[in-house]
């Protein structure tokens, strides 16, 4: 896992990653449970993202677009741009599991 700089936390990659299964399970004792759990917490992640980019992007929108306010826009590219470069909120919901700060619970295991 590699640190960033700016803050000494660790990175969360970009691209794939190759994991150890055997990892994933050690909280829930389950692969599936805790895959359910990461695939919902990655889903809550992409929502808010898209939630926020939609609120970044309508500050730009207007009625009367023409061609040349389309490409000069350099505001709305460079948001589009820092939103792209985020990682996907599958790594960033993997890697939450990983570190624990991801709260859930089983209410069939709790009866």
């Not at 829930?28 to 809550?44: D, H, P």
Request: aromatic share 8%; glycine share 0%.
């Amino acid at each position: 896992m590699t640190t960033n700089n700016a803050n000494n936390k660790p990175a969360i990659a970009n691209s794939t990653v190759t994991r150890d299964l055997r990892e994933l399970d050690v909280e829930t004792g389950n692969i599936y449970e805790s895959l359910v759990i990461m695939s919902k917490r990655a889903n809550q992640i992409s929502n808010n993202i898209k939630e926020e980019l939609h609120q970044k992007l309508s500050e730009f929108a207007s009625v009367n677009d023409n061609l040349e306010e389309v490409f000069e826009n350099r505001e709305q590219i460079e948001v589009s741009k820092y939103y792209e470069k985020l990682p996907k909120p599958t790594l960033v919901a993997v890697q939450e599991f990983l570190d624990d700060k991801i709260y859930y619970r089983n209410p069939i295991k709790e009866a």
